[in-house]
């Protein structure tokens, strides 16, 4: 079965410093890896996804398929940053239209 | 555009009572989901839909029954709740072929 670890439920940074959000992913097949984010009392949102290989506020995330992980990154947290961050990886077709998500990462950036 | 809503925002229900979360959206997608959020297990898709009239199973389907009698609207019905059906529950469209999926606000249910 398919199985995705964000192995950090917390994180805390400095601002300015860099921060690194962990996604790990089990599965032999090629998922669509994206990172959705949740900000205090906001609904869930997409944050980026891999294909496109753009950066959203700062933000990356590179595809390892050796490793199969999806870490996200910036190289200087914000204090805007502090959010809830989720891992979902899609693997398609075999599971079309289904999304599996991480537990999670709570991100608070320290001013 | 309201984009995707969700009714009720809080409810507390005792064990055995029944009850039905509405979702709506407004952005003519095919696709909509309902997932629950736990601490420490993240977003679990409950069941999710394809389209008008269709629905399938998802991770943990087990208490809950869905409807999508129509395309903006995709109900979440527990016929007997139970204390572990305790959760933060989640409503999301996406188009037909973008990945993307687009959150509701979230209902908060408590069962005693």
């Known amino acids: 079965a398919q199985r995705v670890t964000q192995p950090e439920k917390l994180l805390s940074v400095f601002k300015g410093a860099p921060v690194e959000l962990k996604c790990n992913y089990s599965y032999s097949g090629s998922p669509e890896l994206f990172w959705y984010v949740q900000y205090s009392r906001q609904r869930l949102q997409l944050l980026l996804r891999?294909?496109s290989r753009e950066s959203i506020k700062g933000f990356t995330a590179d595809l390892n398929k050796g490793e199969t992980s999806f870490h996200l990154k910036k190289p200087f947290a914000q204090e805007e940053d502090s959010a809830m961050y989720y891992c979902a990886p899609q693997w398609v077709p075999n599971t079309g239209n289904q999304f599996y998500f991480g537990t999670g990462t709570s991100l608070t950036v320290i001013p | 555009n309201a984009g995707v809503t969700q009714t009720p925002k809080f409810r507390v229900l005792k064990t055995g009572q029944s009850m039905t979360l509405l979702c709506a959206q407004d952005?003519?997608?095919?696709?909509m989901y309902w997932y629950r959020q736990d601490p420490g297990m993240g977003l679990r898709l409950i069941h999710y839909s394809v389209g008008e009239g269709t629905t399938a199973k998802g991770e943990v389907p087990d208490g809950y029954n869905v409807s999508r009698l129509k395309k903006q609207n995709f109900l979440l019905g527990l016929e007997s709740a139970a204390p572990s059906q305790t959760s933060v529950y989640f409503c999301a469209s996406r188009p037909g072929p973008a990945p993307e999926q687009f959150f509701g606000p979230g209902t908060r249910l408590t069962v005693l």
């Open positions: 952005m003519n997608h095919e696709y």
């Open positions: 891999h294909i």
